[in-house]
Nanobody
């Protein structure tokens, strides 16, 4: 079994910072892409940031210049540093990863989500 466990969410004032962490554990042969998504009330889940195994990164336009995704390959962990937070960043943030845990293909795994609330 593979698990993704997120941490680091919470309540912060506008302009503040938070750092999210997501650790993958279990039967893991290798991890390809890892990323963060978010879902605000009444809205669809959207990609926030992602990183490939090779280190390429991709960001939603709304977070460019404010959020930074990084990865610790030894710890199977991905981070999201969020600076200059805005009320519109309020959402449940989910970690996702493409993991090879047996068989022929990578499978997508999701964390349980962590709430980020930004007050104005």
């Amino acid at each position: 079994q593979v698990q993704l466990v997120e941490s680091g969410g919470g309540l912060v004032q506008a302009g503040g910072s938070l750092r999210l962490s997501c650790a993958a554990s279990g039967k893991i042969f290798s991890i390809n892409a890892m990323g963060w998504y978010r879902q605000a009330p009444g809205k669809q889940r959207e990609l926030v940031a992602s990183t490939t195994y090779g280190g390429s990164t991709n960001y939603a336009d709304s977070v460019k210049g404010r959020f930074t995704i990084s990865r610790d390959y030894d710890k199977n962990t991905v981070y999201l540093q969020m600076n200059s937070l805005r009320p519109e960043d309020t959402a449940v943030y989910y970690c996702a990863a493409a993991i090879h845990s047996g068989g022929a293909l990578f499978s997508d795994y999701w964390g349980q989500g962590t709430q980020v609330t930004v007050s104005s």
